[in-house]
């Protein structure tokens, strides 16, 4: 009975594996690019078989660093970074470019916790009798929530200025925050609809003088009508009195005719 090859182990074929990984690097010679830090770069020609842990200890004595303050980080010709063991050898990283750091400063580029702002609420006085609620960030200057406050108010911000309130004269100073001047609300004019607005008030237009002329005109006329039609029945009146007057029986003459004395026969 044929016996059953045993299975290799996990560290036996990890073993298997990196002992094929330096067969495949043809022993040769590497050109690099190494960064150090300040951000300085040089070139430097480097065995295909060696491992990057020794890269970085010869690349540290070359420029005067200690290796345990120092780490490698290997980008390739995309610009990616490559992720390697210590004992992985270069030849097979296929990366172009080193660099060197100093340990502590990955510290800096690691992701920060993403930790909550403190947000207030905003009051937006427009157009008199207008409000609008907005949450912001009251330590950041009011020029990063002037586009806010203009889109919560639909205003042009090329026309817009910000007040205490609206009687106030003097533009708040946008490079300032909230905090600083201990204010919650304020009030967002629209410079360019106040302007036009008065405009419309004191200046008529000539569409509006044309059509006010017209109205005079023609009350002009109505009354001008109306003295002739009342002259025109005055001058009949005195007329209709003439002749009445002039007629034999009118009652001036009955008047007359009752002065004389009857005769009786």
């Known amino acids: 009975m044929a016996e059953i090859p045993e299975r290799p182990s996990l560290k036996t074929d990890s073993i298997y594996r990196h002992t094929m990984e330096q067969e495949d690097v043809a022993d040769g010679d590497l ?5 150090v830090p300040g951000g300085q770069e040089t070139s430097v020609t480097v065995n295909s078989s060696k491992p990057v842990m020794d890269l970085l200890i010869s690349l540290c004595a070359q ?4 290796p345990s303050d120092h780490f490698i980080e290997l980008i390739s010709t995309n610009q990616n970074h490559i992720k390697f063991k210590p004992s992985s050898l270069i030849g097979s990283l ?11 400063s990955e510290d800096n580029t690691k992701r920060v916790p993403n930790m909550p702002i403190a947000t207030v609420r905003l009051i937006i006085n ?10 912001v960030n009251p330590r950041v200057p009011l020029a990063e929530l002037f586009p806010a406050v203009c889109d919560k108010c639909e205003f042009d911000p090329n026309s817009t200025i910000l007040l205490r309130d609206s009687q106030s004269e003097h533009p708040l100073d946008l490079t300032k925050t909230l905090n600083d001047y201990g204010i919650r609300d304020l009030y967002a004019k629209d410079t360019k609809a106040v302007s036009s607005a008065s ?28 003295r002739g039609l009342f002259s025109l029945f005055r001058r009949s009146k005195k007329t209709t009195e003439e002749v009445w007057l002039s007629s034999p029986c009118a009652p001036v003459c009955l008047a007359s005719c009752e002065d004389q004395p009857i005769v009786e026969l």
Do not use: M, W
């Not at 050109?31 to 960064?35: C, P, R």
């Not at 420029?63 to 200690?66: E, G």
């Open 31 to 35: 050109s690099l690019t190494v960064q």
């Open 63 to 66: 420029y005067h660093l200690n």
């Open 94 to 104: 296929e990366a172009e470019r080193v660099v060197l750091k100093p340990k502590g």
């Open 126 to 135: 427009y157009r008199q009798s207008h409000k609008a609620v907005v949450r």
């Open 199 to 226: 405009k419309d008030t004191t200046a008529p237009t000539h569409k509006g003088c044309k059509k006010e002329k017209l109205t005079t005109e023609k009350k002009g006329q109505e009354e001008k009508e109306n």
